[in-house]
DNA sequence: TAGGCCATCTGGTCCT
DNA sequence: AGGACCAGATGGCCTA
């Protein structure tokens, strides 16, 4: 039977993790409480191996010096068992205090995402891109955007050499001059792990507005508008798909 | 039901 | 020391 001072400290610390909105680590916290909690004498190893060691030699016979080793030992078992409770009771609270720093840093980036979201240019069945699509999306997206004033810039209507319209990413698909190396990491997995591996079949996708019979952009256009942009852009360019 | 996406927790590492 | 960042694990929800 634990003792009430152990019981109280260990009931403090379930009651402070558990006082937080932190439900998945609440289990493992009930574990450990529960661990906690055991009778002293669970912790023994330690107890049993100095039984009979210490105290005034000679004097451990009587009844009475029995008594006081007994004492010392329940003691020290409650001194080891307030240890435990509290250092783990000060890692739980920095870790509750950590997991709330990340769940709020994981909603700025989130707040971020929605609003890169919110300027691009939108699909008309309300779809939320994923965010792997919103930031391929927006590769693409600011790419085809300098394209269009770069040539703007130059006076050309739009269309041009296939080499001319890649970017970068791309570069290793075509052969000519090097550019920065792609990393197929970052696009992430699946079908298309790179904008030159979407390249490979740019109007496979069906789900893909580019891939529909109808499908225009540019001013005005429903479907995907992308104002301003040239509109045989998309066609030069292969990796100019928001979907993979 | 499998697979994709997402939120959250967690421990490790790096930085201030 | 504490916070930021990161990647892995896990479980829930949704859809084909």
Redesign the pocket.
Known sequence: MPGPLETSLSDLDCASSSS???????L??EEDCARLQQPTSASGPPMTARKGSPGIPGASDTPRAQDDEQERRRRRGRARVRSEALLHSL?RS???????????????L?AALDALRSVLPSFPDDT???????LRFAYNYIWALAETLRLADQGLPGGGARERLLPPQCAPCLPGPPSPASDAESW???AAASPCAAAASPLSDPSSPAASEDFTYGPGDPLFSFPGLPKDLLHTTPCFIPYH
Do not use: P, Q, W
């Open positions: 937080t909105s932190d439900l998945s680590g609440f493992t916290d890692r920095r870790r509750v205090k950590a997991n709330d720093r990340e769940r709020n840093r994981m909603h700025n989130n939320k891109l994923t965010k792997i699509e919103t992430g997995s699946g």
